[in-house]
């Protein structure tokens, strides 16, 4: 918003992380599938049949090493949810990753490359959605220049080496960056996105806390629609601070607010139209 007194069309910086490799979950991906392919394959396939570890932090691409073939290792690089994760809460199948694993199938060439052309089907996609609606809430058009098609091409005919350098990520990108500034551009921090303080809203938030409450006591709209367990497992995770299960809370709660609304929906069209009646 404090753009828009100046200007009405911004640039955007989206795409080269998933045309260039510029993700740490990229680097992270290509290094399971490197200790991955040190595993014999009967090992692994022993490995599968016991019980998962639910190892954390760094613990997770390793326990996924010993496990996964090629093509899960490579779908699971950008997954929030992993697979064995719905199944233990109860989800009956999986029709988000049917679709990534049928654009992984499709994709030919390195693990580098297969993985940026999913991002580019699947995760770009929701970007440019988010970006945009921003852009739209301040009354600003943006503009995409590292998705113009000559660009796009360009990056399509690079050698990996061009697009990641050990762990470096848009190599290429740095490397003329520095032609231009004169000095080195090299990663100094780990690249987050802004976080959502969703653990301090679903516990501090007196209508989000009370809204989870009644989805515990099975008394909100989602309760009739969701397993119990699952709603334990959210609840459970929100309260011990894991990522994914607190994410999966403010779904809950997010679902059930829809719902409530579309409990409202014809009460609030007949007021409307007796409005415009009168």
């Known amino acids: 918003k404090e753009e828009k007194r100046d200007v009405t ?8 992380d998933e045309l260039l490799g510029g993700y740490e979950r990229h680097g992270t991906a290509l290094r399971t599938l490197a200790v991955s392919d040190k595993v014999p394959g009967a090992f692994r396939a022993a490995f599968r049949r016991l019980p998962r570890l639910q190892m954390q932090g760094r613990g997770e691409p390793l326990e996924r090493a010993l496990r996964g073939d090629r093509d899960d290792l490579l779908m699971q690089s950008s997954a929030y949810v992993m697979p064995w994760e719905l199944a233990a809460l109860g989800m009956p199948g999986d029709a988000v990753g049917d679709y990534r694993r049928a654009s992984l ?70 490397h003329i960056a520095e032609r231009h ?40 709209p989602i309760a009739a629609h969701v397993p119990e367990r699952l709603v334990r497992s959210a609840l459970r995770g929100l309260a011990a601070g894991r990522r994914m299960e607190t994410e999966l809370a403010w779904m809950l709660v997010s679902m059930d607010i829809y719902l409530e609304v579309l409990d409202r929906a014809p009460d609030r069209a007949r007021q409307v139209r007796a409005a415009a009646t009168r």
Not at 131 to 145: C, F, G, I, L, N
């Open 9 to 16: 069309v911004l640039l955007s910086g989206d795409g080269p």
């Open 181 to 220: 500034l004169g000095r080195p551009v090299e990663p100094k921090a780990r690249k987050v996105g802004f976080a959502v303080p969703l653990t301090q809203w679903l516990q501090e938030d007196p209508r989000l806390a009370g809204r989870l409450q009644a989805i515990a006591r099975g008394t909100a």
């Open 105 to 174: 199938a499709s994709a030919r060439g390195s693990d580098l490359r297969r993985m940026l052309l999913l991002d580019i089907e699947t995760y770009l996609d929701a970007v440019l959605m988010r970006q945009d609606k921003m852009a739209m809430a301040a009354s600003v058009e943006t503009r995409v220049p590292y998705l113009e098609k000559r660009f796009i091409e360009a990056c399509g005919r690079l050698p990996d080496s061009d697009r990641r350098d050990g762990r470096v990520g848009k190599w290429i990108l740095r």
